[in-house]
């Protein structure tokens, strides 16, 4: 028989769920300010363009207002939970300078503290400073004048009066100072909307292979594993401009980089575009940068795998690869 005054153990219930609110970290609402005014900014620029107050305002405008739409869209997209233990926030210097030297921590950082904006001045400033320096060492008059003969040669060739407007507007587009400020503050506005599509589908690949990594985290990452890789080449780059004869330098393949440490040099472009674009693909660069993101994504995520970061890496560079080759093949003749 039982012992009646023997009371039947009750185990202690369950701790309740944490609730959607609970799961989410804080909104980037500081970015909402700047979303309105670059999208004031482009509205005010377009204004000036439309009566032709301001030379080329109509798509420096519309470049900015979507920028405005984009951040602003953007800026409801939670942050990572904090859980009250994190290591403080590195600055943006120290992040920069780190990057190059112990990118492991920077990235765990940026797990955390997923905040861009250094790595993003510093890239978007290299470029401009390069193509500013490579428009003026090889002159406006020969890059459009290249570029035009080329587009004769393509298979989207527009009608000649197309042609001769399209020439004046690329001759004024590089020569006047005006035009040249909203072409650099245009590429700061691509840089963005393109680090924006690759943070998607890193966002994405990472869910597919099984992890879990948000999209602040994905961006910061994409961003600071793009800067090494950059700045080295866009020093290298300014180096190999000055010091090359003008006439050697080709106008459009060379806007990008002039280093050549991959395999591109065993073929030549206009004969051979499918195998230049893959040769080019397998150089020590190429590899520095497909190591930095695939370490950006297992170390800035929240829960990545090397396993599944690098299959996001490799999957993402084969992609593009891919759409390179084709490109590269239907317009040949930009390559010669």
């Known amino acids: 028989m039982s012992d009646p005054n023997v009371q039947d153990f009750q185990p202690p219930p369950p701790p309740p769920l944490p609730t959607v609110e609970q799961t989410k970290g804080p909104r980037p609402t500081k970015l909402r300010p700047i979303a ?14 439309i009566p032709g107050l301001l030379p080329g305002g109509v798509g420096t405008g519309a470049a900015f207002a979507c920028w405005g739409i984009l951040l602003f869209a953007l800026s409801f997209i939670p942050l990572p939970q904090p859980k009250g233990d994190e290591e403080p926030p590195m600055s943006g210097i120290q992040k920069v300078m780190g990057i190059f030297f112990e990118p492991t921590r920077v990235f765990r950082n940026l797990r955390v503290h997923p905040y861009w904006l250094a790595a993003f001045l510093v890239v978007g400033t290299a470029n401009v400073i390069y193509s500013a ?176 970061a690098w299959g996001v890496a490799v999957t993402l560079m084969v992609l593009g690869l891919i759409f390179g080759m084709i490109f590269a093949t239907l317009f040949s003749s930009f390559l010669s």
């Open 36 to 49: 309105i005014g670059f999208f004031v900014l482009g509205l005010l620029l377009a204004g000036a363009g």
């Open 133 to 308: 320096a490579f428009i003026t060492r090889l002159t406006p008059e020969v890059i459009v004048d290249f570029t035009m003969r080329k587009l004769e040669e393509s298979p989207i060739k527009p009608p000649p009066e197309a042609m001769e407007k399209a020439k004046a507007d690329g001759l004024q587009q590089a020569k006047q100072p005006i035009q040249r400020v909203q072409t650099a503050a245009k590429s700061f506005v691509g840089l963005f909307v393109f680090v924006a599509f690759y943070s998607v589908l890193c966002f994405l690949g990472v869910l597919a292979f099984g992890g879990r990594i948000n999209f602040w985290q994905a961006f910061a990452a994409t961003l600071y594993a793009f800067l090494p890789v950059v700045v080295i080449t866009k020093l290298l780059s300014l180096v190999i401009l000055f010091i090359k004869p003008p006439e050697d330098i080709h106008p459009i393949l060379g806007a990008e980089t002039l280093v050549t440490d991959n395999l591109g040099v065993l073929f030549t472009p206009a004969e051979h575009p499918a195998l230049f674009v893959l040769g080019a693909s397998i150089g020590v660069l190429s590899f520095y940068g497909l190591w930095l993101r695939a370490r950006g994504l297992a170390n800035a995520g929240t829960k990545v795998s090397s396993s599944a």
